[in-house]
């Protein structure tokens, strides 16, 4: 026996020396110890590896118990066992269940107390990277002596805590700006963009790339050459720039030219990118205690802000909503969406980019059809070019797509989406031609934006099998769609909208089927009170201004002009012929008559602005028009905060409405649809998280008295009134 394993090649030393420690972690796999490098295999119980107390606890167990003061390991490599991130960021949940500032401000400070220990023993740290490393994932990695990555597609690094409202809190303002420079961490912090392999290379981020399946082999032997002086690190080689920001009057120059940025961003609503930027600023050159200190109290003041709060919010809203009950979808590879103009382009690129389905796009103009192609061409081009995929996964994605003519027939698909002009008879022309070429298992989606589903499906022998998914223009860039089901839609037909939707990289949100559904039924309020603004004398820059000044993207006139003005008169025009009643009251002749003259927005270059290039200007005709019809211009009085909600309180108030008659399942469908669908200013959370932080009763008050003012259209929606009533809230935990 002895002899046996004298002469075996698994010896005492080397059994120790691939030895792993057999307690059974929550978020960690078995350490592994291998020729003195202890590997710690990262493997949290959710799909995504996050930073919670209870992993800090695990990791500090660990380093405690088998790494601190042990002889055998002279190095440790930190890589996650899940197929495509190593730590996505820090657990939401734990910020947002804090009960306060300062317990925050303790689970922060405690997690940069472990890695200063560790730091301590001075034993290198590895961070191998597969995958998205995000937030607090990242500064977890900026902690490590050395940062290997992989060349696969999946793996992005960022600092997205501004995008929650939140600053990087573990010490990632600190680490940053040492690797990559102020310029480059300014850029990555203040928008929160992810950083491909590549750039993070080229920028300093990381040091190496490798292939994925040998990323945890290399890790191991560039810590062990790290280890016996074989490799040694170098510092990041200074630029020009890093220089000149050594200089004070560049420095500031640079932190100026920053808040000029977010300035123009956020229009000053967002808290969290001023807080970098001063974070950055007051601390720079300063002792690392006392910097790491104030971006721990900075971080934590942010996480109570209502703006925090509110981002937050829409994060896990836009989880929340995806979660359904109609079991499992139809399994979907072919989707064939008709019509070949904006929408039908738009729906075609998302299905074939983001969803990786094989498309066929099909419309009777062959102008159309190829205009169409090219544009989906280009874009696809576009994203070659910044690395999102190569150029053989592009010529992949340019064969999943067919381009099909009149005289061309299609095949079997799983899924067709109809994207035609808002005519009820050609829809239904449409799905009976549909219906005669496929079998029963093909599902039909109508884009339409206003059409009820139960109409569009009277002209189908498969009711069953007819939905509703409402894209927002332009498609590839608005995160949200509209499902709608009719009365008699299947639950598998709504489960397959969902998986397709999501897959597609939209946010869902379930929509009873009304006449304009949920976002376009409250933008209609707004769309007949804008007009009626113009009527009174409101000038059309203060009006702009005014929604502006709220926090929306763009004005009414502009997103009328963005949208055309021929489909705002007829979303108008469909709605107040539709089921609201008094709620459409309003005066829609300055439509009509921009609409009879050919001023139909962007697309013509004249609407209520004129464009030239990017140029815009407000159109001089249509002041000449409002002469001709004996309205002063620019005469009315009106208060800013008046016109805000004049036009933003007829759109909250039917968002209530719709909460009231259930034609959305929750105030966080209505949040997300609203934010998601138009911009609703999303440092506000959203129409009913607003309410709640504001205060219902006030917002309630306000619209009476716009009603006594201006008539029974304001009144404000009972659940609305009795919320205010009962000082109840649309949100439970805010």
Not at 141 to 147: E, G
Not at 371 to 391: A, Q, T
Not at 507 to 536: H, M, S, W
Request: aromatic residues 8%; glycine residues 8%.
């Amino acid at each position: 026996m002895l002899n046996l394993i004298k002469n075996s090649k698994l010896n005492f030393q080397n059994i120790r020396r691939i030895s792993s420690i057999s307690r059974k972690y929550k978020y960690f796999d078995n350490l592994k110890i291998r020729n003195n490098i202890a590997i710690i295999p990262i493997n949290g119980p959710e799909k995504m590896n996050v930073i919670n107390q209870g992993m800090f606890n695990e990791a500090k167990e660990i380093f405690k118990n088998n790494i601190i003061n042990n002889p055998e390991v002279k190095g440790v490599v930190f890589i996650s066992q899940k197929k495509d991130n190593f730590i996505a960021g820090a657990d939401i949940n734990m910020i947002s269940n804090a009960k306060n500032k300062e317990e925050l401000k303790q689970i922060t400070l405690e997690g940069k107390e472990f890695f200063d220990e560790i730091k301590k023993t001075k034993i290198p740290l590895i961070a191998a990277i597969n995958g998205s490393c995000m937030g607090g994932g990242l500064e977890w990695a900026l902690y490590c002596d050395y940062r290997m990555i992989t060349n696969d597609k999946k793996t992005v690094l960022s600092l997205p805590e501004v995008k929650l409202g939140l600053l990087p809190g573990l010490s990632g303002t600190f680490h940053l700006p040492k690797l990559i420079g102020l310029p480059n961490s300014l850029d990555m912090m203040l928008t929160g963009k992810n950083i491909r392999v590549d750039k993070a290379k080229k920028m300093g981020l990381v040091h190496e790339i490798v292939d994925k399946d040998d990323l945890e082999r290399l890790a191991i032997l560039k810590a062990k050459k790290i280890v016996n002086g074989k490799f040694k690190i170098k510092d990041r080689k200074l630029n020009y720039m890093d220089y000149l920001e050594k200089n004070f009057l560049i420095r500031n120059f640079i932190f100026k030219q920053a808040k000029k940025s977010v300035d123009k961003a956020t229009g000053g609503k967002m808290p969290a990118p001023y807080m970098i930027i001063n974070t950055l600023k007051d601390n720079y050159g300063k002792n690392k205690d006392i910097y790491l200190n104030n971006e721990t109290e900075n971080f934590a003041k942010l996480s109570e802000t209502n703006e925090s709060k509110a981002l937050i919010g829409l994060f896990n809203g836009s989880n929340q909503v995806k979660k359904h009950n109609y079991g499992k979808p139809n399994n979907v590879n072919n989707i064939t969406v008709i019509g070949g103009g904006l929408m039908g382009t738009g729906i075609s690129q998302v299905s074939l980019d983001n969803g990786k389905y094989n498309v066929s796009l099909k419309d009777t103009n062959e102008s159309n059809l190829l205009k169409s192609g090219e544009i989906i061409e280009k874009e696809l081009e576009k994203k070659v070019k910044r690395k999102h995929f190569s150029k053989n996964e592009f010529n992949t994605l340019r064969n999943d797509l067919s381009l099909v003519d009149a005289n061309q027939g299609i095949n079997n698909p799983d899924l067709v989406i109809e994207a035609v002009f808002e005519d009820l008879d050609l829809k239904h022309k449409i799905i009976q031609d549909i219906e005669s070429v496929t079998d029963n298992n093909t599902i039909f989606a109508s884009n339409t934006s206003a059409i009820p589903i139960s109409s569009i499906a009277k002209g189908s022998k498969r009711p069953e099998q007819v939905i509703g998914m409402h894209y927002f223009s332009p498609v590839p860039k608005m995160p949200l769609l509209e499902i709608i089901p009719h009365k008699g839609t299947s639950n598998k037909v709504i489960s397959t909208a969902f998986e397709v939707g999501s897959r597609q990289g939209k946010t869902p949100i379930l929509v009873k089927d009304v006449p304009g559904f949920y976002v376009n039924r409250c933008l209609a309020p707004l769309i007949v009170e804008f007009p009626q603004l113009i009527l009174e004398g409101v000038k059309i820059d203060l009006i702009e201004k005014a929604l502006k000044d709220y926090g929306m993207p763009v004005g009414p006139l502009t997103l009328s002009d963005e949208v055309g003005i021929d489909i705002s008169k007829h979303v108008g025009d469909f709605m107040s012929n539709a089921d609201l009643g008094v709620r459409m009251n309003g005066d829609l002749s300055i439509m009509n008559d921009m609409n009879e003259k050919g001023w139909l927005g962007r697309k013509t270059g004249k609407g209520f602005y004129t464009y030239s290039g990017k140029k815009k200007n407000l159109n001089k005709e249509l002041l000449d028009y409002l002469k001709e019809r004996n309205i002063n211009h620019g005469s009315s009085n009106i208060s800013v905060e008046d016109i805000q909600m004049r036009l933003l309180g007829r759109f909250i108030n039917e968002a209530a409405f719709c909460l009231e008659d259930e034609i959305i399942r929750s105030p966080v469908d209505g949040d997300i649809g609203a934010v998601f669908g138009i911009g609703f200013p999303p440092h506000l959370g959203g129409p009913f998280r607003m309410l709640d932080s504001t205060g219902t009763k006030n917002f309630v008050d306000t619209m009476f008295r716009l009603r006594d003012q201006h008539g029974e259209h304001f009144a404000p929606a009972q659940i609305l009134i009795d919320y205010a009533n009962n000082d109840k809230k649309f949100h439970l935990f805010n």
